[in-house]
């Protein structure tokens, strides 16, 4: 163990010192992590599931994405992962109506239900999330709901189109897109935050 840790500590460092990077980086890991396990579950539990793969996801993806916030963003890990559950399993809650889906992948092929699927999904995992940073960032949280659903929509046919077992492969390019919507909203927040300071101290 002291060894992984000795090699893995300048990469620890790395990360935490380019927190942009590190967001993506993170996203890449937590969210191939996050669709395996809800890709299981579905799997081996069938509809019932979804909401138990979506709170797994929602705790990996949660609890990886605070690990990075809270080294550069007020907030309170516990109610971004809080968050995180609640918005993915409810994001999940869609696939309840498979019936509709299956006559769309019919008409709109896969590619484009899975483009709407993931937007929706993005939405409100966006808008849990926007929550907790209201505070910090006020009216500019919308954006962050914004970037969740572009990279949502997109994440999405990237993410979901290999076979179970060989997902986290498949979807590299999907948490990829994730990240870095997401990182470039990140940035834009941390700057119109740095901007409301700058205008305090005038």
């Not at 992590?33 to 019932?48: E, K, S, V």
């Not at 109610?79 to 019919?106: D, E, K, M, N």
């Not at 590619?111 to 939405?123: E, K, P, R, T």
Request: with cysteine; charged share 10%.
């Amino acid at each position: 163990m002291q060894k992984v840790k000795q090699v893995a500590q300048p990469y620890l460092e790395q990360v935490t010192a380019s927190p942009y990077a590190g967001w993506v980086l993170m996203n890449m890991l937590v969210w191939s992590l996050g669709l395996y396990a809800l890709a299981i579950c579905i799997r081996f539990f069938g509809i019932i599931g979804a909401p138990i793969g979506a709170t797994l996801t929602g705790l990996i993806v949660g609890g990886g994405q605070s690990w990075i916030l809270k080294r550069i963003l007020p907030i309170t890990p516990h109610q971004w992962t809080r968050s995180s559950i609640l918005g993915t399993v409810l994001g999940v809650l869609p696939i309840g109506l498979l019936f509709l889906w299956v006559l769309l992948v019919a008409v709109m092929g896969l590619n484009s239900v899975l483009f709407i699927l993931g937007a929706i999904f993005g939405g409100i995992l966006g808008i849990t999330q926007a929550r907790i940073l209201h505070p910090v960032v006020y009216e500019k949280a919308g954006w962050w709901v914004i970037a969740n659903i572009f990279a949502g929509a997109l994440c999405a046919p990237l993410s979901l189109t290999g076979t179970t077992f060989w997902l986290p492969v498949f979807c590299s390019l999907g948490p990829l897109t994730f990240g870095l919507f997401t990182a470039w909203a990140l940035r834009y927040l941390l700057q119109a935050l740095d901007d409301e300071f700058d205008k305090d101290e005038l």
